[in-house]
């Protein structure tokens, strides 16, 4: 698969009426949505693979909580990283940081967890669909109770939505919102019922493959090693059951 510049990737952004506009729109109108409803007094909110940060930088500039949130975004892209930083410090923002490191391992978030708001957009695009899982299990850990998932994944056949939004139901999350599956984006809030689970520091909650543009992501990979996968509320033992999936 041909090695994408993530960088340059987000001057899409800046184009009206591109996929990615319209989809940083609707991510953005979420979390607007999720700082509306959230508890009174201060917030924490991470960002997975955040980027330049446009997803939670342009909709807590300006909003009445902005001074509420104390928020960590991960980026391993320093370029897209400093660009993060510019942004939250040009916002006023001081409450976000933003930490050039690698987003897929739990160690990044550790003193933020649980957060009121947690986004992993542009990663369920990039993975496999045992990763995809996995990382809906470790939302359990990085999300609070009451708290918000917004997520996003492209629309590639078959849609994996569906099945994703299970995923996270079947680990308490309730379904707050989807985009319209007219759209070749893909999006979705959920807000967590379940009670937070202590953050395993260590631990890889996926490996970024990325995507063709055309068929999306490897989906599957040969069964070559076992990579434990966080298990769904009521399935007996505590300890992660194992998923076979291929080594990175």
């Known amino acids: 698969m041909t090695e994408r510049d993530w960088y340059a990737w987000h001057d899409h952004y800046d184009q009206p009426g ?3 506009a319209r989809r940083l729109a609707a991510v953005q109108d979420q979390v607007r949505t999720a700082l509306d409803q959230a508890r009174p007094g201060p917030l924490r909110a991470i960002s997975v693979c955040a980027g330049q ?3 939670l930088i342009g909709a807590l500039a300006g909003h009445p909580r902005q001074h509420d949130v104390r928020a960590r975004l991960v980026e391993i892209d320093p370029r897209n990283a400093g660009v993060a930083r510019q942004a939250a410090q040009a916002a006023g923002l001081p409450g976000v940081e933003v930490v050039t490191a690698d987003a897929a391992l739990t160690g990044a978030y550790a003193g933020m967890t649980p957060a009121d708001l947690v ?3 542009g990663v369920f695009g990039n993975i496999t669909d045992a990763d995809i899982e996995r990382t809906v299990g470790y939302c359990t850990q990085l999300c609070a109770r009451g708290g918000t998932v917004v997520w996003t ?3 590639w056949a078959p849609d994996l939505l569906p099945q994703i939004c299970d995923w996270f139901a079947s680990r308490g999350f309730d ?4 985009s319209d599956p007219a759209e070749r984006w893909g999006a979705a809030a959920h807000r967590f019922a379940g009670l937070p689970e202590p953050l395993r520091e260590g631990a890889r909650m996926f490996t970024f493959r990325g995507h063709r543009p055309a068929t999306g992501p490897v989906r599957h990979l040969s069964l070559s090693t ?3 996968v966080v298990p769904a509320p009521g ?4 300890r992660p059951w194992l998923c076979a999936v291929a080594a990175a």
């Not at 379904?175 to 989807?178: I, T």
């Not at 399935?235 to 505590?238: C, I, K, L, N, W």
């Open 119 to 121: 986004l992993v957009c």
């Open 175 to 178: 379904e707050l919102w989807v």
């Open 18 to 20: 591109t996929m990615l």
């Open 235 to 238: 399935h007996g033992s505590s």
């Open 153 to 155: 994944r492209g629309r």
């Open 226 to 228: 076992e990579r434990a």
């Open 53 to 55: 940060g446009r997803d």
